[in-house]
């Protein structure tokens, strides 16, 4: 069974502080995603990353940056949070082998910035 | 125009009824569609993809494509509380990035 952990389940920051959330495949994908979710928006795509140090934008990379050192992890960090960004962060994993590249998804971080 | 379109309800039906989730979406390159469901409070999963146009069927699901209008479907028949969920269509053509529906928020009532 493919597993996806997020470090968090729910966390609170401050408006400013800087945030990393932390994501860990455990079925050695090559490719790592991150979205938020909002009502009334869906799934954005904030960044994705198909290797090592490899990363590409997504929909909405304004105010977020991206960090993958090793395979499994991916690391999703707000350099300075603001309210605007609270919402539900979720990550997901795929092989490189497709299609489809079916996507499996992390439980999620619920992030509120105050 | 949005890429792809779905309405996100919500959807209240009672238990036994059968369930139509629908997307339509704009770009020719789509090969692959995808229904994700997720429960409250977790991650989506995938349900089940169909290649090009078509049905699919598994258990009391039937996943439907009809390119040639660029409308997907979903069906559910005999629908169970357990049902309840936000479901998402999701599509991917070229790449290994999918682009999400909205979502649709079904509530089967016992």
């Known amino acids: 069974d493919v597993k996806v952990t997020q470090s968090s389940r729910y966390l609170v920051k401050r408006t400013g502080e800087k945030v990393f959330l932390e994501c860990v495949q455990d079925?050695?994908?090559?490719?790592m995603f991150w979205y938020r979710q909002d009502p009334g928006l869906g799934l954005r795509l904030i960044y994705f990353?198909?290797?090592?140090?490899?990363?590409e934008k997504g929909d909405i990379p304004e105010g977020y940056s991206v960090s993958r050192e090793k395979k499994e992890r991916f690391s999703l960090i707000l350099e300075s949070a603001s309210t605007n960004q609270t919402s539900m962060y979720l990550c997901?994993?795929?092989?490189?082998?497709?299609?489809?590249?079916?996507?499996?998804f992390g439980p999620g971080t619920r992030l509120t910035v105050t | 125009q949005k890429e792809v379109e779905q309405d996100p309800g919500p959807l209240s039906v009672p238990e036994g009824a059968i369930v139509s989730l629908n997307c339509t979406y704009s770009?020719?390159?789509?090969?692959?569609f995808m229904w994700y469901r997720q429960y409250s409070r977790k991650g989506p999963e995938l349900l089940m993809y169909?290649?090009?146009?078509g049905n699919k069927e598994d258990g009391r699901f039937t996943a439907q494509v009809d390119k040639s209008s660029k409308y997907i479907s979903l069906f559910i028949r005999d629908s169970q509380p357990s049902d309840s969920a936000t479901y998402l269509c999701?599509?991917?053509?070229?790449?290994?990035?999918?682009?999400f529906g909205k979502g649709t928020k079904l509530t089967v009532n016992p």
């Open positions: 997901a994993s795929s092989l490189p082998q497709g299609p489809p590249y079916e996507q499996y």
């Open positions: 079925m050695d994908h090559e490719n």
């Open positions: 990353s198909y290797d090592v140090k490899m990363k």
């Open positions: 770009n020719s390159a789509f090969q692959y």
């Open positions: 169909t290649y090009s146009s």
């Open positions: 999701a599509m991917q053509g070229g790449s290994e990035k999918l682009v």
